[in-house]
């Protein structure tokens, strides 16, 4: 009924069409599993289970809580409400300091503790991650 | 404070003859001489010369430590060395955005002299869109960014530029990447302009490609440069960590790499010039894109300076108004020559599109990694990032099949190509880079078949770009050598993944470390006094199962303007391999911080990269 011609151009379209379709899935469902979520330590509080997925917890080294050994670095991570304890063997970048804007990734343990794997600090001095200048603001 | 002066005068003078420039342009539209009327080369050339004299003197008042001028006192220092001081007018944002304006009015100057056999339309067409741009940068700057605000009384000293971008290499990133990324606002302009002229034709994309290989060439180099110094400098020990500033850089790349492999295809074949616009027009999109989610601050990081949400504002609806305008041209203008081409599946141009459909994959990859976390924290406040493992997996897997792809493309002829299922140069060429890979693998404990393949056809890939250096024509040497310098690159990428390792430990000076292959003693620690910063610089003997010592002197150093400290990392490098130590101050302990990792093969990614990209170039100096 239809030439050759139109043929071709109808498979190559949906050719097409199906790997665009399915790259986007592919994207999508691999940015589901990959993606870590960014909470607050009273965030952490009030989470009602704790699962067994990497996060990030951003906020202020408390002041006096970094303790450091040969193997370990433990501090506490506060955004002036709410506590959280992190534990550590990694390098720590250069303005990872007390009362310093800090983020830990890593998975929970309970809700006191987090085994970090990593710990980023901002590059500019005058950092403070947003939750904590939005907790000090509505002070 | 002259000088200052003189700066913001000859800007507004360079705004005035850009607003001339433009009923003059337009009024020659419908004077019937072939060439464009003098005055527009007039106008032009003044209007470089004021924006150039209004950069100059921001470097002036740089070097002289003008702080009356509140750019100088916010990001400058007397005790800075000079060199420091003249990269730090492009190291803020005020200054980097003078520069970007002096890039645009450069190469709309450039494309007037070097396109005079090209039609008088389409010149004139490119340069009202440009001038466009061009005004939108001068009002950016004046409005809501004005390099040269007074501040009365001069403060006696400046706050001093940020420490971390005191460094040689990070001098040069700036300028470099904006002439990658001002690049291509010609090949938006004039693909503009080709859309009304009806000119989207094989000799449009002669004269267009020259513009696409120079963006390329900047752009490829400008982020080569900026990764170099994330790996010393910032000690992040690598070559990409997937920060969304990498990513945005990355995306106007993807786009012009695939832009220089359509846009020959319209030359030689006068196809695909629909997708040639649409990439074209994309690949200054996703830099301004870039730009505006930088320095809104929208993405916190090294590049964003104080933010002003006006700023923010402004871009956005900039970027807005030049897609609406493209696009509305692009819609109602555009008529597709309909030339019937033949094509068969084994064919350069079909291998060509091949490659396209994969950087537009990658592109959309990195586009949504990017994207998405931004469009989640405004929409549901909630927030997220998107790590390597998201690239990783999106990546990897595809590039097997491109790197294939990538081998057996560029050696088929236009048209049509006679396949040979049965070639037994290519079997053999594959059977040793199989075996290659073999030796390689037996030496580590790695060997998952991923890996395997991986290695394998980058390997493969590797043989047929030197073989082709041995092919006779010589037509196409830029080509052979980029994609020389790219097989190398991924070649040297996948063996370093395979091949790196790190040991991070805590340790007391005087104090030795074991790990499983080797030992790490910290002898000592010496400080010294410099002229802007303070300088602690450790020694450590490292000692590893090949019982070679060797010694590596990481260092610390506490800037007082502004009072900041950054660790220098210490990497002997050779061509086997570089050994990268850092050290990092906890706390007022005794204790520091420290990570050695042996990096394969690093000083080879960016030798390939800088090839790579170097290769382009070839192109200009043959035809001379």
């Known amino acids: 009924m239809y030439g050759k011609k139109v043929k071709l151009r109808v498979l190559f379209i949906s050719l097409l069409l199906i790997s665009v379709i399915l790259s986007i899935f592919l994207i999508l469902k691999s940015l589901e599993e990959n993606v870590v979520y960014f909470l607050s330590p009273t965030e952490i509080r009030n989470l009602t289970e704790i699962e067994n997925k990497k996060i990030r917890i951003g906020g202020m080294v408390k002041d006096n809580s970094i303790v450091i050994d040969s193997e370990n670095i433990s501090f506490v991570i506060t955004d002036f409400k709410n506590e959280i304890n992190v534990n550590y063997s990694g390098s720590v970048p250069n303005l990872f300091k007390e009362g310093k804007g800090v983020v830990a990734e890593g998975f929970l343990k309970d809700k006191s503790l987090l085994i970090a794997e990593k710990i980023l600090a901002k590059h500019d001095e005058n950092y403070m991650p947003p939750e904590v200048k939005e907790a000090l603001e509505k002070k | ?624």
């Open chain 2, 1 to 624: 404070m002259f000088f200052s002066q003189l700066g913001y005068y000859s800007l507004i003078c360079g705004l005035i003859f850009s607003v001339i420039l433009v009923p003059i342009a337009y009024k020659d539209l419908s004077i019937a001489k072939t060439s464009i009327s003098s005055n527009i080369f007039i106008f032009t050339s003044l209007q470089l010369i004021f924006v150039f004299l209004s950069f100059i003197c921001l470097v002036i008042s740089f070097i002289n430590s003008d702080f009356s001028n509140e750019i100088v006192y916010n990001n400058s220092h007397t005790t800075k060395p000079l060199f420091y001081k003249i990269s730090g007018t492009w190291g803020n944002h005020e200054g980097s955005l003078l520069l970007c304006l002096l890039i645009l009015v450069l190469f709309i100057f450039i494309f007037l002299i070097t396109s005079k056999r090209e039609p008088k339309k389409y010149q004139i067409f490119t340069l009202l869109f440009q001038e466009v741009i061009i005004i939108g940068f001068f009002l950016f700057l004046l409005i809501t960014s004005n390099p040269f605000n007074h501040l009365f009384p001069a403060p006696k000293e400046g706050l001093g530029l940020n420490p971390i971008l005191q460094d040689p290499i990070l001098a040069i990133h700036p300028p470099i990447l904006y002439l990658g990324y001002i690049g291509s606002s010609i090949i938006l302009s004039s693909s503009i302009a080709a859309i009304i002229q009806n000119y989207v034709n094989s000799q449009w994309a002669k004269n267009l490609k020259n513009w696409v290989i120079i963006s390329w060439f900047f752009l490829t180099i400008g982020i080569v440069l900026g990764s170099i110094w994330a790996y010393y400098e910032l000690g992040w020990g690598g070559f990409w960590f997937w920060d969304p500033v990498e990513n945005i850089s990355l995306m106007p790349w993807l786009c012009l790499t695939a832009l220089v492999h359509s846009v020959i295809v319209l030359e030689k074949r006068s196809m695909l010039a629909t997708w040639t616009l649409i990439l074209s027009i994309s690949s200054f999109t996703l830099s301004m894109c870039g730009t505006f989610l930088v320095r809104s601050g929208i993405l916190n990081s090294v590049h964003a300076f104080a933010n002003d949400p006006k700023r923010g504002v402004f871009i956005l609806i900039f970027l807005f108004l030049l897609i609406i305008i493209s696009l509305f041209i692009f819609f109602v203008f555009y008529k597709e020559i309909k030339i019937e081409q033949k094509s068969f599946l084994f064919s350069k141009e079909i291998s060509i599109l091949i490659n396209n459909w994969f950087m537009m994959y990658f592109l959309s990859v990195v586009l949504i990694g990017t994207v998405y976390p931004i469009f989640l924290e405004v929409i549901a406040n909630e927030k997220i990032s998107v790590g390597p493992p998201f690239y990783n997996k999106l990546l990897i897997p595809f590039l097997i099949p491109f790197l294939f792809f990538m081998s057996i493309g560029p050696s088929m002829k236009w048209i049509r190509h006679n396949i040979k299922l049965i070639n037994v140069r290519l079997i053999l060429l594959f059977l040793l880079s199989s075996f290659v890979s073999y030796l390689i693998l037996i030496r580590t404990n790695l060997n998952t078949l991923f890996t395997t393949i991986l290695l394998v056809v980058s390997i493969y890939l590797f043989f047929i770009t030197v073989r082709d250096f041995f092919i006779k024509n010589q037509k196409n040497f830029s080509q052979k050598i980029s994609h020389f310098g790219f097989s190398l690159l991924i070649l040297s990428i996948v063996l370093n993944g395979i091949f790196s390792s790190e040991v991070i430990t805590n340790i007391k000076i005087g104090e030795k470390y074991e790990f499983s292959n080797g030992s790490i003693y910290f002898e000592n620690i010496k400080s010294s006094k410099k002229q802007n910063y303070m300088s602690f610089v450790g020694t450590f003997r490292i000692i590893e199962n090949n019982n070679k010592e060797i010694l590596l002197r990481p260092e610390l150093r506490i800037f007082n303007q502004p009072i900041t400290i950054t660790s220098e990392a210490d990497i002997k490098t050779n061509f086997i391999g570089d050994k990268f130590l850092v050290m990092n101050l906890v706390k007022g302990n005794e204790y520091y911080n420290i990570r050695y990792q042996t990096k394969p093969f690093m000083i080879w990614i960016w030798l390939s990269a800088i090839l790579m990209g170097s290769g382009a170039l070839t192109n200009f100096f043959k035809r001379r």
